[in-house]
């Protein structure tokens, strides 16, 4: 045998997870606030991307969670832009749960339009680990190489859509990104693919557009339902 395979998490510490997760879809939805729940590998580039993406969004009706293992860095970066922004230490666990989003609510300005959550930097548990989001986007860096997607597809068919960030080094870098567009969509059939260059500000704005427009389709689906 070549290989051996095995489940690290736990089925009922997620099915508890899930259910938080579910309350908190439910109070999100009756506040009208849309979450995205941002995850990649260490130094993608999310809070660089967050950084640059929330000038096209009404800072005032935005609030940002921000994970980490240590350190208020990434939430200090995000505040400087004027962003509600508020660092979650996890302390040593190596992605967010949906209890720590819960705990971390009132924090948060009264019914923002959009609650950004940056995971912690890593592909693989975060995966499991839903948050109360709307939406899920899975970065990955040109400098992590190609062959990601079919190493950590969890990822990316949870992954509502996929950024792959640091398009700006593509001409010193042997990434194919066909490949990763093949790849991401065999595992993810409709998953949305978009390329940015966050140092730049490339691309950004189009994957501003595009949660605005998921935002907007989400409200009207629950107008329609009730
Ligand atoms: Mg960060
Ligand atoms: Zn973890």
Known sequence: ??????????????????????????????????????????????????????????KERVCVFVGDLETERDAERIRKHGVHSFQIITGGTCHLEAIMIKQSLPLMPSDPDFLFIENVGNLVCPASYRLGEHLRIAMLSTPEGDDKILKYPKAFLTADALIINKSDLLPHLPFDIDKVREEAEKVRPDIEIFVTSALKGEGVETVARFIQEKREESVKTRTASN
């Open 1 to 58: 045998m070549a290989e051996v395979k095995y489940h690290d998490v736990s089925i009922s510490l997620l099915k508890a997870n899930d259910a938080i997760s579910d309350d908190l879809i439910k109070r999100f939805n009756e506040h009208g606030t849309f979450t995205i729940n941002l995850l990649s590998s260490p130094g993608s580039g999310k809070t660089m991307f967050l950084e640059k993406v929330l000038d096209y969004f009404d």
